[in-house]
């Protein structure tokens, strides 16, 4: 009975441990992204290094994203171009042949 009090003691003690570990993490990230004293480069380097994760990690996170922001915005205006196409073109042509 005493070593599985025991267990349940120590599985509350290590959900704390992480929780607070979590929230240290969170408030270093935090920390970090709002101070404007920082360049990108030198946030991007801290959050490596709080993340313990390797250098050029979270830049390269971060290149992937604007890279992906990117692409999608030339595909809506691809797409905004062939729907302007379609209702300068097909619509009146419609209408003529009805």
């Not at 990230?29 to 801290?46: T, V, Y």
């Not at 490596?48 to 994760?53: A, Y």
């Not at 379609?86 to 419609?94: A, E, G, I, T």
Request: proline content about 1%; charged content about 35%; aromatic content about 6%.
């Amino acid at each position: 009975m005493a070593m599985l009090l025991a267990g349940r003691q120590n599985a509350k003690m290590s959900k704390m441990c992480t929780s607070a570990k979590t929230e240290r993490l969170n408030k270093a990230k935090f920390n970090i992204e709002h101070n404007g004293e920082l360049s990108d480069q030198e946030k991007w380097r801290a959050l490596d290094k709080v993340r313990g994760v390797q250098l050029g990690t979270t830049e390269q996170e971060f290149r992937q994203k604007e890279l992906e922001k990117r692409e999608q915005q030339i595909r809506e205006d691809e797409r905004r171009k062939l729907l302007d196409l379609v209702l300068v073109y097909y619509v009146p042509l419609r209408s003529f042949l009805a």
